[in-house]
């Protein structure tokens, strides 16, 4: 049970409902953390009180510690920072809601530091699972997923005596707006059409790797890290209504799924609760006022990026950092409406071409990868 936390991430949409989560139970902040949203970042300061307060933008560190200089809060700037608010000692558990591969390192930190960790940073996983499980083993740090579909997984498997039992995990996916339209029709989507997702309200990148399907690639890898099972185990099925989370098929044939309301306030409750349940002021789940439960198969050529990312956990290596990198890069592009719709799987595609894939990879290793399929998409 969580009683102290720190928030890597906390003005984005997870970081803003973990507070939602925070004010719910009555929680203690330790640390936040932002990029460059000055003015959000003090409200939070202002109302949380919390020890710590970091800005990765050097500027907007600035600019908040004149702004909240009569708080107590000690504000801190640079991407450094990021590690000491994941190792404030005064916190039992580290919410990692930072977008992209930023999040590798203060998880690593906050790891070593024994925390829990309520990992809603998939990047993590996907770049350098073998790393973060096996650093969690070691140091005794428990790795509690926030994001709906793994949080789904963790539920239904702790019933699971064996995990030699599981014979397939189900990742389920609403199928982005795009669903169902074909590559011609998909081919003139903007940035605005990509943003448009039927049943979750969250940040731009994440949303536009929604419409690609890549974000469900990414959870995909990040399964088969988490629970050490090959790709032939972990599979994807197209679910619109996004009332089924995710499931768990075993090897007797029957199936665990996890249900409820699209609300992310529930599997963030449940990482700050775990192995306990508390009472949520969440809108229950009505079945009686569901819609029909439909389940259909990913179209993985016009959306690609799922075959791209399936193909990248196969070879393994620094082959997922490859693919996570050029994609940033690629759907920084995209929302800045400087490239297509398909593009984004165009360039992912010719980052893994171009760059060898180092196998039984470092740190350092990975970290490279990254930065040369960057490189690799923005030309440089």
């Not at 530091?113 to 973060?132: D, F, H, M, Q, S």
């Not at 499931?247 to 599997?267: I, K, N």
């Not at 956990?313 to 398909?342: M, P, R, S, Y």
Request: glycine share 6%; aromatic share 4%.
């Amino acid at each position: 049970m969580s009683k102290t936390i720190s928030i890597l991430g906390s003005t984005g949409s997870i970081g803003r409902q973990t507070l939602d989560v925070v004010d719910d139970m009555n929680l203690t902040v330790a640390a936040i953390t932002a990029n460059s949203s000055v003015e959000l970042m003090e409200q939070q300061v202002r109302r949380y009180r919390p020890r710590l307060a970091v800005m990765t933008n050097e500027a907007a560190a600035r600019d908040l510690a004149v702004r909240v200089a009569d708080t107590g809060t000690t504000v801190l700037g640079g991407f450094d920072a990021l590690e000491e608010a994941a190792t404030a000692p005064e916190a039992d558990t580290v919410v990692t809601a930072v977008v992209g591969m930023v999040g590798l390192k203060p998880t690593l930190a906050a790891i070593e530091a024994k925390k829990r960790i309520a990992l809603a940073n998939k990047e993590t996983l996907v770049c350098a699972g073998e790393l973060v499980i096996d650093a969690a083993d070691r140091c005794g740090a428990e790795i509690v997923p926030v994001d709906s579909e793994h949080s789904a997984i963790f539920q239904c498997v702790q019933g699971c005596a064996d995990r030699g039992e599981i014979k397939r995990l189900i990742l389920t996916c609403s199928g982005g707006p795009f669903y169902g339209m074909s590559r011609d029709e998909v081919a003139g989507k903007t940035r605005a059409d990509a943003l448009r997702h039927p049943n979750w309200t969250m940040g731009p990148k994440i949303t536009v790797d929604s419409a690609t399907l890549m974000n469900k690639g990414l959870e995909v890898i990040e399964a088969m890290r988490l629970y050490r099972l090959p790709l032939e185990q972990v599979d994807v099925v197209v679910h619109r209504q996004s009332i089924i989370h995710s499931l768990v098929e075993y090897h007797d044939c029957s199936m665990l799924a996890q249900l409820g309301t699209p609300d992310m306030r529930l599997p963030i409750r449940y990482a700050m609760t775990y192995p306990n349940r508390g009472v949520s002021l969440a809108e229950p789940l009505d079945l009686l006022k569901c819609p029909p439960l439909t389940f259909a198969e990913p179209d993985r050529e016009v959306f690609s990026c799922l075959r791209l990312a399936e193909e990248a956990a196969t070879e393994g290596g620094t082959a997922c950092a490859i693919l996570n990198g050029a994609n940033e890069e690629a759907v920084g592009l995209f929302l800045a409406d400087k490239i297509g719709f398909h593009d984004i799987a165009r360039l992912v595609a010719e980052a893994r071409a171009r760059i060898p894939v180092v196998q039984n990879p470092t740190l350092d290793d990975i970290l490279a990868a990254d930065a040369a399929a960057r490189r690799s998409v923005l030309g440089d």
